[in-house]
């Protein structure tokens, strides 16, 4: 088991073991479930990775073809 002391502002630092096997990275963010005789630490994942391959992209785009998207886009916002 690792372990980890408690500072006098509640703080404790996650051993570098459990970060890398998590992918918890600095300005992470985690939960804490409290489950009755135990805490159960978790990392969080952040809106971008909740969706992260749920669409799939048929191919891909030139830089070109981006950039005539935005200028279309950006046409029919100012007409808006």
Known sequence: ???SS???KGQVTIPIELREKLGIKPGDRV???DEGDRIVL???ETAIEAVFGMVKAGK???LEQ???AITAGRSRHARG
């Open 60 to 62: 891909g785009v030139t």
């Open 66 to 68: 981006m950039d005539d």
């Open 42 to 44: 978790q990392r969080q």
């Open 6 to 8: 408690v500072t006098t």
């Open 1 to 3: 088991m690792l372990s």
């Open 31 to 33: 939960g804490f479930v």
